[in-house]
């Protein structure tokens, strides 16, 4: 299988851009801007994997499998934390400081990333998500389009809250 890894370095500038621009440009420290700090290494990080496992992917045979899958977990794991880290900072932004998620919001946020990592970091030994042939190449699991309705669940998330919440977000915040 040969990918297009173009994509995911001109992913890996941007991110670094991101991050140096946060790092250097941040005065105050707040709930909002440490949400958006631990989205912005999160997805540096998916980034770093993805590019890693496009390599070891490529070149399986040079790679062990019990590697191909370690990486290709921490890659999984990181790009599908992204959504739930997206919608965390957009309600700390509409929250007041004091005031923290309720019950049912920690619930509604934590369910679906945990079933995601449930599914990420059992699938060495389920092969729902992802899997390696006896000759050490990539296949796509039976279980994988969950992760893709996990994110769609995420979406869906966010624009019901925005709708809700559009008075207390910022014109900023909603572009």
């Given at each position: ?130 899997y390696f042939t006896a000759e050490g190449q990539y296949k796509i699991g039976s279980a994988f389009n969950t992760l893709i309705v ?26």
């Open positions: 299988m040969r990918y297009i890894y173009h994509y995911d370095v001109a992913a890996f500038f941007i991110s670094i851009v991101i991050l140096f621009n946060l790092f250097v440009s941040q005065r105050i420290k707040t709930r909002v801007s440490k949400a958006f700090k631990v989205l912005a290494i999160d997805l540096f990080l998916a980034t770093i994997f993805d590019i890693i496992t496009i390599f070891t992917i490529s070149f399986y045979q040079l790679c062990p499998i019990w590697l191909n899958y370690l990486l290709n977990i921490l890659a999984l794991l990181t790009y599908n934390s992204l959504p739930a880290f997206y919608i965390i900072s957009i309600m700390y932004s509409s929250l007041p400081e004091e005031q923290d998620f309720t019950v049912v919001q920690k619930l509604f946020l934590a369910i679906p990333v945990c079933a995601a990592g449930f599914l990420i970091i059992t699938t060495p030994f389920t092969k729902a998500i992802i996990i994110g769609f669940v995420y979406l869906i998330m966010v624009i019901v809250y925005g709708i809700l919440k559009r008075k207390t977000l910022r014109t900023e915040q909603t572009i």
